[in-house]
DNA sequence: AACTTCACG
DNA sequence: ACGTACGTGAAGTTT
């Protein structure tokens, strides 16, 4: 048997690479021992991070203590197979750090289903993001175990992801093309396996002494880690990609692109993503430019140039000037090579060997708790079907869309008590307008279309934080307009500035924490406290989908289920269901929150995801 | 790695 | 003292 030693906070611990069967019955006899007495610490190291993906391997399976790894060699089959699977029927607690992605290795690659394996496990990293979901860039403690064991173990502890990546370019490997050609007998590959699962040891019940000493409840860090096994289900049912339709689209873009980058090319602009170019090109057009970026640079994103082309946010003609061919045509080539590459091309080269993405479906990502999805796939464009257009209902089915009505303006009523605007949600009926209804109580029965844009702008700057300036510039009314709005909200809804005070004086008092009202802790930025208003409804909002996605798994509505969108779901049913699954879907999404009712409304598409946004198929 | 841009809720 | 749009993922260019 080979042993390596290391020292972590003080102690010298070991990693054993069992060689044969005997040396593999004394890991039995281990993970024995260790299962009666309390949870094992497990870990995967695999080819690469894309599980679905054709010729992807397992390679090790690692178990551990606070003291003892063993890195048991998957890819040598037989015994070695055998006597991980034989450890890993035996621990009743399993500790993980990121757990849905080794559970959905275990599953697609050892046969132990997630179901199985979830209702055993904590999941380390969720019960870190309970304590600090900030990441190091945003000066927290951050998720990730290499931060965690720095921070709560012992900060010497090995970096061993970037250790590996200077271990694979020594080897003459890539970051990328390491995982899956190092040799299984690598001496610092073993050793790192092997270290992570003893981290993962020892931060889990340093993390619950944090937990407990914060007051977080148990009942959140339960809640959390059932959703994170709905997501880790999502993400391996994947969405079906038409490829014949989006090759097509894909090449149609990139056409599209070069055929206005060409035009662009003429002007003197050679890359239209350089914005340095762009700046000196249309300034010898004679275009004064005044917007500038955070570092105070010239900007020319989108709403510089829109106006130069004499479009509108429609990219409609406005007839107030002549266009800038120069401006319309960067537009024009940023936007279709946008699409093209982000999404037409990216479904391609993610697909998994059955024709599906099964995208990272992050639960706890941001700061708020917002769950966060990849490739791309919350944020397709939504102002044109053709790219959700190449996202398929499973044959048989159809997609449905079910999303919260207006969910952040209900929460805002529902945290901060706002009277009025509870009395409109809860006399308002199901197609209650909060917009127009705020836009008639200030402006009379008169108020119109544009009244509603406006105090619909107001209403988010107050969610959002925002100022005069910027909702002026979102909304496109002027700022006298604006301001007036605002100050006519503040006085129909006083209690939301209020509120925000309130708020930001209880952060205060707990450490610029702010707790919200699921017992999540928010920490603020110092120099940007009056955030603490979205960062309470937009986390609440996500409790609220949350809460949701709970009851849709107790429906039995976890199988249709495909993403989650922040305030939508959006699902596959088959056809002759479709009315049902629906119907179920609203209610798990209908509930009330502090006396305001939380509606939800479904819609049923065709075959595609396009389907639900005016394509015909 | 930092910056800019662009797509979403 | 005052006022501040929030949160993501991904691609391309420049440093």
Same mark, same amino acid.
């Given at each position: 048997?080979?042993?390596?030693?290391?020292?972590?906070?003080?102690?010298?611990?070991?990693?054993?690479?069992?060689?044969?069967?005997?040396?593999?019955?004394?890991?039995?006899?281990?993970?024995?021992?260790?299962?009666?007495?309390?949870?094992?610490?497990?870990?995967?190291?695999?080819?690469?991070?894309?599980?679905?993906?054709?010729?992807?391997?397992?390679?090790?399976?690692?178990?551990?203590?606070?003291?003892?790894?063993?890195?048991?060699?998957?890819?040598?089959?037989?015994?070695?197979?055998?006597?991980?699977?034989?450890?890993?029927?035996?621990?009743?607690?399993?500790?993980?750090?990121?757990?849905?992605?080794?559970?959905?290795?275990?599953?697609?690659?050892?046969?132990?289903?997630?179901?199985?394996?979830?209702?055993?496990?904590?999941?380390?990293?969720?019960?870190?993001?309970?304590?600090?979901?900030?990441?190091?860039?945003?000066?927290?403690?951050?998720?990730?175990?290499?931060?965690?064991?720095?921070?709560?173990?012992?900060?010497?502890?090995?970096?061993?992801?970037?250790?590996?990546?200077?271990?694979?370019?020594?080897?003459?490997?890539?970051?990328?093309?390491?995982?899956?050609?190092?040799?299984?007998?690598?001496?610092?590959?073993?050793?790192?396996?092997?270290?992570?699962?003893?981290?993962?040891?020892?931060?889990?019940?340093?993390?619950? +002494?944090?937990?407990?000493?914060?007051?977080?409840?148990?009942?959140?860090?339960?809640?959390?880690?059932?959703?994170?096994?709905?997501?880790?289900?999502?993400?391996?049912?994947?969405?079906?990609?038409?490829?014949?339709?989006?090759?097509?689209?894909?090449?149609?873009?990139?056409?599209?692109?070069?055929?206005?980058?060409?035009?662009?090319?003429?002007?003197?602009?050679?890359?239209?993503?350089?914005?340095?170019?762009?700046?000196?090109?249309?300034?010898?057009?004679?275009?004064?430019?005044?917007?500038?970026?955070?570092?105070?640079?010239?900007?020319?994103?989108?709403?510089?140039?829109?106006?130069?082309?004499?479009?509108?946010?429609?990219?409609?003609?406005?007839?107030?000037?002549?266009?800038?061919?120069?401006?319309?045509?960067?537009?024009?080539?940023? +936007?279709?090579?946008?699409?093209?590459?982000?999404?037409?091309?990216?479904?391609?080269?993610?697909?998994?060997?059955?024709?599906?993405?099964?995208?990272?479906?992050?639960?706890?990502?941001?700061?708020?708790?917002?769950?966060?999805?990849?490739?791309?796939?919350?944020?397709?464009?939504?102002?044109?079907?053709?790219?959700?257009?190449?996202?398929?209902?499973?044959?048989?089915?159809?997609?449905?869309?079910?999303?919260?009505?207006?969910?952040?303006?209900?929460?805002?009523?529902?945290?901060?008590?706002?009277? +009025?605007?509870?009395?409109?949600?809860?006399?308002?009926?199901?197609?209650?307008?909060?917009?127009?209804?705020?836009?008639?109580?200030?402006?009379?029965?008169?108020?119109?279309?544009?009244?509603?844009?406006?105090?619909?702008?107001?209403?988010?700057?107050?969610?959002?934080?925002?100022?005069?300036?910027?909702?002026?510039?979102?909304?496109?009314?002027?700022?006298?307009?604006?301001?007036?709005?605002?100050?006519?909200?503040?006085?129909?809804?006083?209690?939301?500035?209020?509120?925000?005070?309130?708020?930001?004086?209880?952060?205060?008092?707990?450490?610029?924490?702010?707790?919200?009202?699921?017992?999540?802790?928010?920490?603020?930025?110092?120099?940007?406290?009056?955030?603490?208003?979205?960062?309470?409804?937009?986390?609440?909002?996500?409790?609220?989908?949350?809460?949701?996605?709970?009851?849709?798994?107790?429906?039995?509505?976890?199988?249709?289920?495909?993403?989650?969108?922040?305030?939508?779901?959006?699902?596959?049913?088959? +056809?002759?269901?479709?009315?049902?699954?629906?119907?179920?879907?609203?209610?798990?999404?209908?509930?009330?929150?502090?006396?305001?009712?939380?509606?939800?409304?479904?819609?049923?598409?065709?075959?595609?995801?396009?389907?639900?946004?005016?394509?015909?198929?």
């Amino acid at each position: 048997m080979l042993t390596y030693e290391h020292s972590i906070a003080g102690d010298t611990v070991r990693v054993h690479v069992p060689d044969s069967p005997d040396e593999l019955s004394v890991f039995i006899d281990w993970a024995q021992e260790t299962s009666a007495r309390g949870p094992i610490a497990l870990d995967t190291e695999t080819s690469g991070l894309a599980v679905f993906r054709e010729g992807y391997r397992l390679r090790t399976i690692q178990f551990g203590d606070r003291h003892d790894a063993w890195v048991i060699g998957w890819e040598r089959g037989g015994h070695f197979r055998r006597a991980a699977l034989k450890a890993l029927s035996m621990a009743r607690q399993i500790l993980i750090h990121n757990a849905a992605f080794d559970w959905l290795v275990l599953g697609e690659h050892a046969g132990t289903p997630l179901e199985d394996l979830a209702p055993r496990t904590t999941d380390t990293r969720i019960l870190a993001s309970l304590i600090d979901p900030r990441q190091p860039s945003e000066h927290g403690i951050g998720t990730g175990l290499k931060s965690l064991a720095a921070h709560y173990i012992d900060p010497a502890a090995p970096d061993t992801q970037n250790g590996l990546t200077r271990v694979f370019n020594s080897l003459g490997y890539t970051k990328e093309t390491g995982w899956a050609g190092i040799p299984l007998d690598h001496p610092t590959y073993l050793l790192y396996a092997g270290l992570d699962v003893i981290l993962t040891a020892r931060i889990e019940p340093v993390l619950r +002494r944090e937990l407990a000493r914060l007051g977080v409840r148990n009942e959140l860090v339960t809640y959390e880690h059932e959703l994170a096994r709905i997501c880790a289900v999502m993400q391996r049912a994947g969405l079906l990609v038409d490829q014949e339709y989006t090759e097509a689209l894909a090449g149609r873009l990139a056409e599209e692109s070069e055929r206005y980058a060409d035009v662009a090319a003429r002007y003197g602009v050679s890359k239209i993503g350089s914005p340095a170019q762009v700046v000196e090109a249309l300034t010898g057009m004679g275009e004064r430019l005044t917007e500038r970026t955070k570092s105070g640079a010239l900007s020319t994103d989108k709403t510089v140039l829109l106006p130069l082309a004499d479009l509108d946010r429609d990219w409609q003609r406005i007839g107030a000037r002549e266009p800038n061919p120069l401006a319309d045509a960067v537009l024009r080539a940023k +936007r279709a090579a946008k699409w093209g590459k982000t999404y037409a091309e990216a479904f391609l080269s993610n697909l998994s060997a059955s024709g599906r993405l099964h995208p990272t479906i992050a639960p706890l990502a941001a700061r708020t708790g917002r769950m966060s999805v990849t490739d791309g796939l919350h944020q397709l464009p939504s102002s044109d079907h053709v790219i959700r257009r190449g996202i398929l209902a499973d044959p048989g089915h159809v997609k449905i869309s079910t999303d919260f009505q207006a969910i952040e303006m209900r929460v805002l009523a529902a945290l901060a008590d706002v009277r +009025r605007m509870k009395e409109g949600f809860t006399e308002g009926g199901d197609a209650f307008d909060i917009h127009m209804y705020t836009a008639r109580l200030i402006k009379g029965q008169a108020a119109t279309k544009r009244d509603r844009k406006i105090f619909k702008g107001a209403g988010f700057g107050k969610v959002y934080g925002g100022g005069v300036g910027t909702i002026s510039r979102q909304t496109g009314a002027t700022e006298t307009e604006i301001a007036h709005a605002v100050s006519a909200y503040d006085t129909a809804f006083p209690e939301i500035k209020r509120a925000g005070k309130r708020w930001q004086r209880q952060a205060f008092q707990n450490g610029m924490v702010f707790v919200s009202a699921t017992g999540r802790r928010l920490p603020l930025d110092r120099d940007r406290t009056y955030a603490v208003t979205n960062y309470a409804c937009q986390s609440a909002a996500r409790d609220v989908l949350g809460q949701a996605m709970i009851e849709m798994d107790n429906a039995g509505l976890l199988e249709y289920m495909r993403l989650p969108i922040h305030d939508e779901i959006l699902a596959s049913a088959p +056809r002759e269901d479709a009315a049902d699954v629906a119907r179920e879907f609203e209610r798990c999404m209908t509930m009330r929150l502090y006396g305001v009712p939380i509606v939800a409304e479904a819609e049923i598409g065709g075959r595609s995801w396009g389907s639900l946004y005016g394509a015909d198929y």
